[in-house]
């Protein structure tokens, strides 16, 4: 089998495997992102998108991913949901077939093929793919592996740091670069090593370019400096507890990467809560996982295992900005971040799949089984992403105890005008997490269609408690009620953000 049939095979699968999502429809952040986001509505939103956050002003104006935004504008003028799935899908595709050319370069045409094929069908990719805005996670790994190819394989410091600055435009996690770049410099993937000279230049392009895309970010994000990206679970919780949990979620990680038979839309509280001692159990799992991966870590390379040693640090290195262990991101765990990831880990299992080559059916065997097991369980898991209705009802069926489900829920009843129902499930959000400022927007939204204007208020008393001066966010929930024709809900809230908006004398 030469090369060009291996990379048609990988992306051949890519594609079959997650097709079920041209039906999709826009869902969850899909909406505020894309569907009710003016700016990438017309065609200036290319341009005018590196001017601007990822996230539109009113939800808090966070993270700076301009690039990504740039293709939904042009995706919008091309066609309705169904394009913007399949350009997801030709991204993913992409990105498998990048990922078996890296691995051909160190590996045999079977391993290259084995890995390509892993990476494909992996079952935590579904949440990138079949989610519109986890579009941003395909183009960040194609980028950042080409940076990588094009440093370790071309020896290009251009083409490279080009590469890198189109994948920290698409998402922040794509600054592992250098990283990685580094790491297989340690481990002899660019034989003889590059000269001082060489070395210093492509150092000096890592500082222009992530200097030049930090001073850009700063421009566009210091006036929502306020607003904070952490996740729910780590709301008035200190640094030590973001930590600690973080390690705990390593075992999820591993969990996911490995073995990812459960998946899950959601980690939020109280499906996974905060850790507070060293001591706690849940903590001391996380450290073993760590610790079984420092261990593999040391002994491929004490052995000599180049190529799985490599997975396992990529693993590791592009882990480091979503694990919550640097600093707290929005989310404990969230499966579309382990897109990059999971780059490392088919890699090594290229290499192991490479030793087999000899014994032909075992090869065969193997690599036809886990293929099949994994495109199935991915094939199955697209639907999941289908709608707002399809992802609530995930929520809570995988994750019972989150109080994301009831909230997601909420949102359904009020979108179909059953205000008493809604609140009930608000109300039921409330009662398993009491501070996601989210959630008492829309009971309060809940009560004024119910007709219950004193409890409103009350929740939006608490809603300013965790969100203080986010009057975009109240009028984004008045927006929502004009959209389901409730002018009167949508008046109060207009009304409580313009006071927000206008100082006292």
Not at 139 to 153: D, E, R, T
Not at 314 to 332: Q, R
Not at 373 to 381: E, F, K, N, V, Y
Not at 429 to 444: E, K
Request: hydrophobic share 55%; with cysteine.
């Amino acid at each position: 089998m030469d090369n060009r049939r291996v990379y048609a095979a990988v992306a051949a699968v890519a594609i079959v495997v997650h097709l079920g999502a041209l039906w999709h429809r826009f869902a969850i952040d899909d909406h505020p992102i894309i569907y009710w986001n003016e700016l990438v509505h017309s065609l200036d939103g290319i341009w005018r998108s590196f001017g601007m956050p990822y996230w539109p002003a009113d939800l808090g104006g966070r993270m700076y991913r301009p690039l990504v935004l740039a293709t939904y504008s042009i995706d919008w003028q091309l066609g309705g949901a169904g394009w913007f799935h399949a350009v997801n899908l030709a991204w993913h595709a992409g990105a498998s077939v990048i990922v078996a050319m890296l691995a051909r370069r160190w590996l045999s045409v079977m391993g290259a093929l084995a890995a390509g094929l892993l990476f494909a069908v992996h079952p935590v990719h579904v949440e990138a793919i079949a989610s519109v805005v986890g579009r941003s996670e395909l183009m960040a790994a194609a980028f950042a592996c080409l940076a990588v190819y094009a440093a370790l394989i071309r020896r290009s410091v251009v083409w490279s740091a080009v590469a890198f600055a189109a994948g920290l435009l698409t998402k922040e996690n794509a600054a592992v670069v250098p990283g990685l770049i580094a790491l297989g410099w340690l481990l002899g993937f660019d034989a003889p090593p590059p000269a001082r000279r060489r070395m210093i230049a492509y150092a000096a392009s890592w500082v222009i370019v992530g200097g030049l895309y930090a001073a850009a970010r700063w421009a566009v994000l210091h006036p929502f400096s306020q607003y904070s990206n952490a996740g729910p679970i780590f709301i008035e919780q200190g640094e030590l507890a973001v930590r600690l949990t973080g390690v705990y979620a390593l075992s999820d990680v591993l969990r996911l990467l490995v073995f990812p038979l459960t998946l899950r839309v959601d980690y939020s509280p109280a499906e996974r809560s905060i850790v507070l001692s060293p001591l706690d159990p849940r903590f001391l799992l996380g450290l073993a996982c760590f610790a079984l991966w420092a261990l593999l870590f040391v002994w491929a390379w004490r052995r000599g295992r180049r190529v799985e040693a490599f997975g396992l640090g990529w693993t590791g290195v592009a882990l480091l900005p979503v694990a919550n262990l640097l600093f707290p991101i929005g989310v404990l765990v969230a499966e579309r971040a382990l897109y990059l990831p999971s780059v490392g880990v088919v890699l090594a299992a290229g290499a192991l799949f490479q030793r087999l080559e000899p014994r032909g059916g075992r090869y065969w065997g193997l690599l036809i089984l886990l293929v099949v097991a994994g495109g199935l369980r991915s094939a199955l898991r697209v639907p999941v992403w289908r709608s707002d209705t399809t992802v609530t009802l995930s929520i809570l069926e995988d994750a019972p105890r989150s109080f994301v489900g009831p909230f997601w829920t909420g949102a359904l009843l009020l979108s179909s005008r059953q205000p008493e129902k809604a609140l009930a499930a608000y109300q039921q959000s409330i009662a398993i997490f009491d501070r996601a400022s989210t959630v008492y927007f829309g009971a309060a939204a809940a009560a004024f269609a119910a007709r219950r204007p004193d409890l409103a208020q009350q929740y939006l008393e608490r809603a300013d408690r965790y969100c203080r001066g986010c009057a975009g966010l109240y009028r984004s929930e008045a927006q929502r009620a004009l959209a389901r024709g409730d002018s009167a809900t949508a008046d109060s809230l207009f009304a409580r953000a313009r006071r927000i908006d206008t100082p006292p004398p």
